[in-house]
């Protein structure tokens, strides 16, 4: 997956002209938290966040209180660096870019619903949580069985486990019995950490 | 994946009549964005964000002198400022059903309670990191990205031929389609080569539609 597949085309700007108080209202017409900031030929000089303005006075003009070293990604950056990227910045937001020009915009909340997606929160089926041994093979073997019981796989993530050994697998299955996926997770040698249907 | 395994225990909180600065100072100094309110018998009486906080303060442009607007913010304290109607998780939320309220309520944390205490927070930072942790990005290897038909047994094709190249799966994850009938996997595999990989997948008729080392 990659940013341009879920990033923001056409993103809202401000001009460095303009004033806080004019980014302000845009902010909040628009609900955003950041606005790049633009030149007259509309090259990208500048972002600007909900925060920087608020701790600004209200008549000076963007251009004095914007962070001009901007961070930016492009669109064909792998979506969970992008996410590494804000993490690691602590920036919400990362303007996309193509040969110099601001094509797009990619945000915390974009990653959000992509997390979401992933674990198909807004699909129902039964939720399965378990420590799996850290071996080649053993997803093989997991998606294999749950096949075999003619059980469908709508999400399958991979955590971290408790230690090196094992790591930890939840999966969203719809048309299985739920005992009997348990039972034969278990005789795969996996441990069953929740089960829920939602 | 539930709330309890990720969540920050023993949150930093606030005492209601905190002033405003102070609670801003406190934020700043533990690096945390929101504080849950307690009464004196530490009980949870609302939450405050720093944004809740600095536009509470009154703008830099009021006509208001320094000294004024000093004693202004001094005077004013959080339960003044925070939000009562706090919505919070149990420990044994799942971290996405977490996350679809944090998106839903546009809200950047949640206090975590159980039989009425509270015992924990989670935040969108802790979500982001589950997020890198879910895709494997920091770990090195192979990253693949597929177009694969909406299909029972699809998963187990794709896993089986990794495992059979003597593959290890570091990560895999699973997106919505252009259209109903095809899914997106995005998997980071290591002890395989890129040309080993495309052949298997051509084998099962799987296209390819990113493929990069990381």
Same mark, same amino acid.
């Given at each position: 997956?990659?940013?341009?597949?879920?990033?923001?085309?056409?993103?809202?700007?401000?001009?460095?002209?303009?004033?806080?108080?004019?980014?302000?209202?845009?902010?909040?017409?628009?609900?955003?938290?950041?606005?790049?900031?633009?030149?007259?030929?509309?090259?990208?000089?500048?972002?600007?966040?909900?925060?920087?303005?608020?701790?600004?006075?209200?008549?000076?003009?963007?251009?004095?209180?914007?962070?001009?070293?901007?961070?930016?990604?492009?669109?064909?950056?792998?979506?969970?660096?992008?996410?590494?990227?804000?993490?690691?910045?602590?920036?919400?937001?990362?303007?996309?870019?193509?040969?110099?020009?601001?094509?797009?915009?990619?945000?915390?909340?974009?990653?959000?619903?992509?997390?979401?997606?992933?674990?198909?929160?807004?699909?129902?089926?039964?939720?399965?949580?378990?420590?799996?041994?850290?071996?080649?093979?053993?997803?093989?073997?997991?998606?294999?069985?749950?096949?075999?019981?003619?059980?469908?796989?709508?999400?399958?993530?991979?955590?971290?486990?408790?230690?090196?050994?094992?790591?930890?697998?939840?999966?969203?299955?719809?048309?299985?019995?739920?005992?009997?996926?348990?039972?034969?997770?278990?005789?795969?040698?996996?441990?069953?950490?929740?089960?829920?249907?939602? | 994946?539930? %709330?309890?395994?990720?969540? =920050?225990?023993?949150?930093?909180?606030?005492?209601?009549?905190?002033?405003?600065?102070?609670?801003?100072?406190?934020?700043?100094?533990?690096? %945390?964005?929101?504080?849950?309110?307690?009464?004196?018998?530490?009980?949870?009486?609302?939450?405050?964000?720093?944004?809740?906080?600095?536009?509470?303060?009154?703008?830099?442009?009021? =006509?208001? =002198?320094?000294?004024?607007?000093?004693?202004?913010?001094?005077?004013?304290? %959080?339960?003044?400022?925070?939000?009562?109607?706090?919505?919070?998780?149990?420990?044994?939320?799942?971290?996405?059903?977490?996350?679809?309220?944090?998106?839903?309520?546009?809200?950047?944390?949640?206090?975590?309670?159980?039989?009425?205490?509270?015992?924990?927070?989670?935040?969108?930072?802790?979500?982001?990191?589950?997020?890198?942790?879910?895709?494997?990005?920091?770990?090195?290897?192979?990253?693949?990205?597929?177009?694969?038909?909406?299909?029972?047994?699809?998963?187990?094709?794709?896993?089986?031929?990794?495992?059979?190249?003597?593959?290890?799966?570091?990560?895999?994850?699973?997106?919505?389609?252009?259209?109903?009938?095809?899914?997106?996997?995005?998997?980071?595999?290591?002890?395989?080569?890129?040309?080993?990989?495309?052949?298997?997948?051509?084998?099962?008729?799987?296209?390819?539609?990113?493929?990069?080392?990381?």
């Amino acid at each position: 997956m990659l940013v341009v597949e879920r990033m923001t085309t056409h993103p809202v700007t401000v001009s460095d002209e303009a004033t806080v108080a004019q980014a302000l209202a845009i902010i909040e017409e628009h609900k955003l938290r950041h606005l790049p900031v633009v030149d007259k030929e509309g090259a990208l000089i500048g972002i600007i966040s909900e925060k920087d303005l608020l701790r600004a006075k209200e008549d000076d003009p963007v251009a004095g209180v914007m962070t001009r070293e901007v961070i930016t990604v492009t669109e064909y950056t792998a979506i969970e660096e992008a996410a590494r990227i804000m993490a690691d910045h602590q920036i919400s937001s990362l303007p996309v870019m193509r040969d110099g020009r601001l094509v797009g915009i990619i945000t915390e909340t974009d990653l959000f619903n992509i997390f979401l997606e992933l674990l198909a929160a807004r699909e129902p089926g039964l939720r399965l949580t378990m420590l799996v041994p850290e071996e080649k093979g053993m997803l093989a073997n997991l998606t294999n069985e749950i096949a075999a019981m003619g059980g469908n796989i709508l999400a399958l993530s991979t955590f971290r486990g408790e230690d090196p050994t094992n790591r930890m697998v939840t999966v969203k299955v719809s048309d299985v019995d739920g005992d009997k996926l348990v039972a034969i997770m278990e005789a795969l040698g996996m441990e069953i950490v929740d089960v829920r249907e939602d | 994946m539930l %709330v309890r395994e990720r969540m =920050s225990r023993r949150p930093v909180t606030i005492p209601a009549g905190t002033p405003v600065t102070d609670a801003l100072r406190t934020m700043r100094r533990r690096g %945390v964005r929101r504080l849950p309110v307690l009464d004196d018998n530490g009980r949870m009486v609302g939450i405050v964000s720093e944004k809740d906080l600095l536009y509470a303060a009154p703008s830099p442009a009021t =006509s208001l =002198s320094i000294y004024e607007l000093h004693d202004r913010l001094t005077r004013l304290t %959080v339960d003044e400022v925070m939000s009562r109607e706090v919505i919070t998780v149990g420990p044994d939320t799942p971290l996405e059903e977490a996350a679809r309220i944090m998106t839903d309520h546009k809200i950047g944390g949640l206090p975590v309670m159980e039989d009425g205490r509270l015992v924990g927070i989670i935040t969108e930072t802790d979500i982001f990191k589950v997020f890198l942790e879910m895709l494997g990005a920091r770990d090195s290897g192979l990253r693949l990205t597929l177009d694969i038909p909406e299909r029972k047994g699809e998963m187990a094709r794709l896993t089986t031929a990794i495992a059979e190249l003597g593959g290890n799966i570091l990560a895999l994850g699973t997106f919505l389609g252009d259209d109903p009938t095809t899914a997106v996997v995005t998997v980071k595999v290591e002890d395989v080569s890129l040309e080993q990989l495309q052949a298997a997948m051509a084998d099962l008729d799987l296209t390819i539609v990113d493929a990069r080392e990381t």
